[in-house]
């Protein structure tokens, strides 16, 4: 029973660090490089299919994370690391 408390205290420490690091490094980058990378007239076109892209691979964790937590248990944060 404490392994799976430590795994417990291990998944929110993961996910706490993922949204930080996230948010820091990777997260905001792909909204400037859209805005540098495309010309003004196509700059709105490629934000729609950056956001869609965006919402769709949530969606996908989203939809599989239920899958992945009656397969993997304890350990299912540790696919995301």
Known sequence: KPY????????????TG?????????????????????P???????M???IFIN???NWFVAFTFPMLLEYTQPYTFLVFM
């Open 55 to 57: 919402w769709v691979a």
């Open 4 to 15: 799976v408390s430590l795994m417990d205290q291990l998944s929110v420490i993961a996910t």
């Open 48 to 50: 729609v299919i950056g």
């Open 18 to 38: 993922v949204i930080i690091f996230f948010a820091f490094g990777p997260g905001c980058i792909a909204w400037f490089i859209i805005a540098e990378i495309f």
């Open 40 to 46: 003004l007239y196509a700059r709105d076109t490629a």
